[in-house]
């Protein structure tokens, strides 16, 4: 589905309630880098993208996916995918670092209107994870991918399965009582 448009949201969730008749776990996970400039320098339709993408895109899959599982006697879980750069600032980065921070923002406030309805809602906040977006953005940024495994406190780059671990950890029946959380996986860079 194409998360900017609600249309296609819309037709790819009634088709999967069509289908399944309900939803019991959901990750939403799209999301698009923006132009490595300060903010003064940003360009409007670069901000626009990113939000439209990575926060207004998960608004719309995550009002869908909560109103199907209230609705359900065994409610849900979601797990939304923001990033390190939600919970904390990060240089040549506005629209993004705005985005995360939404996304975590939404996260809460979802996961308080919908607790009672059995409906868990939380955020892993993955640091620098060593995927195709990044392998992209490095070959445009020589030395990028050193300067944030230095920023990592471990020393490496986030696998691709620890976020997975994580995101599988909290849809599990191990965490019915968390909700609201932003999760850092992030080699403790936001611990500094």
């Not at 923006?34 to 926060?55: H, I, K, S, Y």
């Not at 869908?64 to 600032?89: C, D, F, W």
């Not at 991918?145 to 490496?156: K, L, S």
């Not at 696998?159 to 997975?164: A, L, R, S, Y």
Request: proline share 6%; with cysteine; aromatic share 4%.
């Amino acid at each position: 589905m194409d998360v900017t448009s609600t249309p296609s949201v819309d037709h790819a969730f009634d088709s999967l309630f069509g289908r399944f008749g309900r939803l019991d776990h959901a990750v939403n996970c799209a999301g698009i880098n923006c132009a490595a400039v300060p903010l003064g320098a940003g360009d409007e339709d670069d901000f626009d993208r990113t939000l439209a993408v990575n926060l207004k895109g998960v608004w719309r899959c995550l009002r869908r996916e909560v109103a199907q599982m209230a609705s359900q006697p065994e409610g849900g879980s979601v797990v939304n995918v923001a990033s390190a750069a939600g919970l904390v600032g990060y240089p040549h980065a506005a629209p993004y670092v705005a985005s995360k921070h939404g996304v975590v923002g939404l996260t809460k406030a979802a996961a308080l209107d919908y607790a009672r309805h059995g409906v868990r809602v939380n955020a892993v906040c993955p640091g620098a994870v060593d995927t195709p977006m990044l392998a992209a953005r490095a070959a445009a940024e020589p030395g990028l991918i050193e300067a944030m495994r230095r920023h990592h406190p471990t020393g490496r780059l986030v696998t691709v399965e620890e976020v997975t671990s994580a995101v599988l950890w909290l849809c599990s029946p191990g965490a019915t009582s968390v909700t609201g959380i932003a999760l850092p996986v992030d080699g403790g860079a936001v611990a500094r």
